[in-house]
């Protein structure tokens, strides 16, 4: 799934609120609650809130590169990371914040949410699994995993964990998108489209229940119907694999050869993007590695 359709997921998707939003944080090493830190992460905060991007991020990074075990400092960086669009970064935050505190469901929710966007589905897996046995009654949790398992093609382990978030929150839209996903896969294709229909009462243009209904109706022979789902899907998720995967087989079947072998190619280049992202992960230093000797 890509950024935008994971920041649904986020406890907030702007730079400014997801910087400043206030986390129940651990004692800090006495390097983490030094003046010179705290300067550097108003100073963050107030570029952020000017819209300065860059500055706020190269601040940042010098605030990491000071005190790069500093709960407080590792946090920051990754809701800012995170609400920049960059996973990559949260990431190389996020996981040593939850090798530090284990118990913490909020770190671990987020570096599954960011796995997810990276394209680490079976790493994004284990971690929500952990942030749900932590927190059992977090909807999100649940909704997330059910959408990581459905990647894997997971679909009835993805039934359970979505199930159990419907059953928390039953008119949930990212749940009943998710599930509709999933009956999908699972071939129940009745109960997919009602699903989607549900999602797509509340939001029209929500990418997953538009591919759930493309999908569904290829599935039963209705091309022009499947085309016209997939074709705002894809507009609603330009980098949606899945999407154009299957809008490239709907109007192979309405005889629009052009189109198809277009969508086609947009499918693979969005597939290796996510390739791309997992390959430039696994060869990004740690945060560690920026602490000044």
Request: proline share 5%; charged share 25%.
């Amino acid at each position: 799934m890509s950024a935008r359709g994971q920041a649904r997921l986020l406890p907030g998707a702007t730079l400014v609120p997801l910087l400043l939003a206030p986390v129940c944080l651990h004692a800090q090493s006495e390097s983490a609650t030094t003046e010179s830190i705290r300067g550097l992460l108003d100073q963050a905060r107030s570029l952020a809130s000017r819209n300065e991007i860059a500055a706020a991020a190269e601040t940042l990074g010098e605030a990491v590169s000071l005190a790069p075990n500093s709960e407080e400092v590792l946090n920051a960086y990754a809701r800012f990371s995170l609400g920049r669009g960059n996973p990559i970064q949260a990431i190389l935050a996020l996981e040593p914040l939850t090798r530090m505190h284990p118990r913490e469901t909020e770190y671990a929710y987020l570096l599954g949410v960011a796995r997810m966007q990276v394209g680490e589905m079976s790493d994004a897996v284990a971690t929500l699994h952990d942030a749900a046995a932590l927190d059992p009654g977090r909807v999100l949790t649940h909704v997330a995993l059910g959408l990581a398992l459905n990647r894997l093609n997971r679909f009835d382990e993805a039934r359970e964990a979505l199930s159990t978030a419907l059953r928390l929150e039953p008119d949930n839209v990212e749940g009943l998108a998710a599930m509709s996903e999933t009956a999908e896969g699972l071939g129940l294709l009745a109960e997919a489209t009602r699903l989607a229909g549900r999602a797509l009462a509340v939001n029209p243009d929500h990418p997953t229940a538009l591919v759930t209904v493309g999908a569904s109706s290829l599935k039963e022979g209705r091309f022009e119907e499947a085309r016209e789902a997939l074709t705002r899907a894809v507009a609603a998720e330009p980098e949606s694999v899945k999407g154009h995967y299957q809008l490239s087989l709907a109007l192979a079947r309405l005889g629009d050869r052009e189109g198809a072998e277009r969508h086609l190619r947009l499918s693979r280049e969005a597939q290796a993007a996510v390739e791309q992202s997992t390959r430039r992960l696994r060869t990004m230093p740690a945060l560690e590695s920026r602490a000044v000797p």
